[in-house]
C-alpha cells in the first residue's frame, strides 16, 4: 500500500512543524540539536530520520565515532561533556514520556547548563524530532540510497 505525503496531503498541519523546526533551530545548538535528532531516532526507530542526520552531523564536522555512539551513549561517556551527556538524558526521557521519565534528577542536571528559555527550547527541539520521526514511521519513509544519496 502506498503512504500518503503530508507534505502535500495537509500543507498547513507540515508547515507548523517546518515553523516549530525553524524556531528551535534557531534556539539551540547545531550540534548538540543533531546528537538530539539522532538520539530520539534511535529510540523511535526512524531510519529515515537517523539517517538524514546522521548525515547533516557529519557535514558539521560532528567525529564519526560520537554519531555512532549516540545509539549507546551511557556505556560511551567520555565521547560526552557533561552537556551533552545531560541533553541526551533529557532526550531519552522525553522521548520515552511517562510517570516517572523526567525526573528531577534528569531536569537538574541539564539545568546546570541551560537557562530557562534554554530549557524550553531543548524541550520543544526533543518534542519536534518526535513529531518528525512519528510522520516518517508512519508514513513509510526509508532513507534515499541513489546515486545523489550513495552509501559511501
Not at 502506498?2 to 515553523?19: C, F, M, P, Q, S
Not at 535528532?37 to 537517523?50: D, E, W
Not at 534528577?105 to 524550553?120: K, N, P, Y
Request: hydrophobic residues 45%; contains cysteine.
Amino acid at each position: 500500500m502506498t503512504r500518503i505525503d503530508i507534505g502535500r496531503t495537509n500543507k498547513l498541519g507540515y508547515g507548523a512543524v517546518i515553523a516549530l523546526e525553524g524556531y528551535v533551530r534557531s534556539r539551540v545548538d547545531g550540534d548538540l540539536y543533531e546528537l538530539i535528532k539522532m538520539r530520539a531516532s534511535v529510540l523511535n526507530g526512524c531510519g529515515f530520520c537517523l539517517d538524514m542526520h546522521a548525515t547533516d552531523g557529519a557535514k558539521r564536522g560532528i567525529p564519526r565515532r560520537k554519531l555512532m555512539a549516540v545509539a549507546a551513549w551511557q556505556h560511551a561517556r567520555p565521547m560526552f561533556d557533561g552537556r551533552e551527556r545531560a541533553v541526551l538524558a533529557l532526550t531519552d526521557a522525553v522521548t520515552r514520556i511517562g510517570p516517572d521519565t523526567v525526573s528531577d534528577e534528569i531536569w537538574d542536571d541539564v539545568a546546570q547548563h541551560f537557562d530557562d528559555a534554554g530549557l524550553g527550547a531543548l524541550v520543544l527541539a526533543i518534542s519536534t524530532i518526535n513529531v518528525w520521526n512519528r510522520i516518517a514511521v508512519a508514513t513509510g519513509m526509508e532513507p534515499p540510497v541513489d546515486a545523489a544519496h550513495p552509501l559511501a
